[in-house]
């Protein structure tokens, strides 16, 4: 697998991530089986303050891949945009040989 299908595939999971609340975020422990820690199963005003701690976080990391992406996604840009320079002018080299060899 390339370096650049094994990054798309890679990073795309961590940017579609979903979460999902049972209820007001910080009110106690989910359904997802785990309890989320003490202080989230507590609830409370600290539970509410923890999730948003953590959503922040969530947030914070989510922009920063999607900014890395868009920076490799440039530099994909770049390489192809080159290579299509190259072709062109691989292009215009054979047509000048073809025309050489109709004009002998």
């Known amino acids: 697998m390339s ?3 094994r990054t798309r595939t890679s990073l795309l999971p961590a940017i579609c991530n979903v979460r999902m609340y049972s209820g007001e975020p910080g009110s106690g422990a989910g359904r997802g089986g785990g309890g989320g820690g003490s202080i989230r199963e507590a609830g409370g005003s600290f539970g509410k ?19 890395n992406l868009k920076g490799h996604l440039s530099k994909e840009i770049a390489f192809h945009q080159e290579q ?4 062109e002018d691989a292009i215009r080299r054979h047509k000048e040989q073809m025309s050489e060899m109709d004009n002998k």
């Open 49 to 67: 303050m923890e999730a948003a701690r953590e959503d922040e976080y969530f947030y914070k990391k989510q922009k920063e891949q999607i900014q």
């Open 84 to 87: 299509i320079k190259r072709h």
């Open 3 to 5: 370096f650049i299908a």
